[in-house]
Each structure stands twice: as C-alpha cells, then as structure tokens.
C-alpha cells in the first residue's frame, strides 16, 4: 500500500461528516488508506464512526480506551498503518485531509527518503508571530533548521518511522519527528497549506494564552530533554 493516513479524533463527533467526506476523495486513489484514531472520545465520536465508515472505502478506525494524549493517538493509528508512506493531519477540517495527497506526489518525485511538512497560510497575525517565536527557539536550542513546527500534514517512510525511539506522547510529537528527520539528514519539503477556521467546536489546546503558556513550558520542558540526549 502507498499511504496511510492518520487522523487523530477526540471528541470530534460534530466534524466527522464532513471530515469523512474529504477522506473519500483521499481515498479515491489507489493504494490510500485513512485510520481515523478514536482517541478516547467522551462524546458519540464512536457512534458516529460506526454509522458513516461503511459508506467511505479505504477508511478505517481504531479505537483508544482512554486518551493519553496527541501523540499517543497518532502512534496508534502508526502502529496500525498498512502504508509505506506514513502521515498525520487533523480532524478539526483547519486543514484539508486531501492535501495529504500533494504531499504524496513528493514523495512520488523524490523517492522515500524525504521528510514532507504543510506550510500554513491564512492564520491570524498573533498565531504566526507565536509560531515564529518558537521555531527560532528551537532552532537555536537544537542547532538544527525548525519552521512552522506543528503544521501538517506530517509525512514520511515507514522506514524512518521504525527508526524512532520513545516518541513522546503529547503535542511534543510533531517537535520530536521534525528534529528525528534533520537529524537523519532527510531533505525535507513544505508546500503551501490553506488553515482556515475549524468547521465544529473549539481547539483542545489553543483556547487562549495560558493554554498557550501551558504548550511553552511542556515544549520546552521537551526541548530540553531533546538536547541533552544529544550530549549523553
């Protein structure tokens, strides 16, 4: 199989129609599968699943007791993926699941041993200086190259995925696979991805500035942990 890709859902009952309904036309090519990870959901988000995923082939779902984070979430549906060619987006529909299929003609251009991030564009002014501010953090804590850190999708071979070593669990996830690929020395490649506002709901973690100050000090807390594994 070609791609899997992930989604992680918490509580996301009110987007997966329509989210559903752009995974189709993932799907629609040959060799594409999307895992739509039921992260512990409190809501009907299992109902819901259960009722829409026989009218969306190639679409599948795995299920999650109890949410133990962002990350532990995508690395379920990792585990559980078919594809050489491996990826998570989100379901709150800020992104397109069908831009996954762009990234996926790099892959096709350059071969498997490259690293493939979304470069978000139509954010608010505050979300992109905040995003700024933490990719010079981590690129001069790190010492490597770092941008737009948590956009997606996030792509890559099964390869380099098998080569990762107690990945963490939360949203320090997309931190931890950027910085594994540079230092593998992967290429990596963006292209422009259109954010826009969620369709249902409100964010599980960008609700105001101390759920932000809150993100910073466990990035940090993280980077940290990053940086001394490399003088150990």
Known sequence: MGLS?????????ANLPLLLERCKE????????????????????????????????????VRVESNQGYGFGILTGLRAAKGETLG???????????????????????????????????RPLADVVFTAGMSIFEMLLLGKPMRDINAQPTMFSRKF???????????SLDLYAYYQ?????????????????RAHGVSHWNVNWAAKRKFIRRTIDFSLQLRKSLTT
């Open 26 to 61: 993932v799907t629609r090519r040959p060799g594409v599968e999307v895992i739509l990870v039921d992260n512990g959901s409190t809501d009907n988000s299992p109902e819901v699943l259960l009722g829409l995923l026989h009218e969306c082939p190639g679409c599948r779902s």
């Open 88 to 122: 998570w987006t989100h379901a709150d529909m800020q992104t397109d699941p069908e831009d996954a299929l762009r990234g996926l003609e790099l892959f096709d251009r350059y071969g498997p041993e490259i690293f493939v991030k979304g470069g978000r564009f139509g």
């Open 161 to 171: 995925f098998e080569t990762w070593r107690e990945p963490p669990h939360d949203f």
């Open 5 to 13: 890709l992930i989604i992680p859902c918490y509580n996301e009952a």
């Open 181 to 197: 690929a540079r230092l593998a020395g992967l290429r990596v490649y963006r292209f422009p991805v259109l954010f826009g506002e």
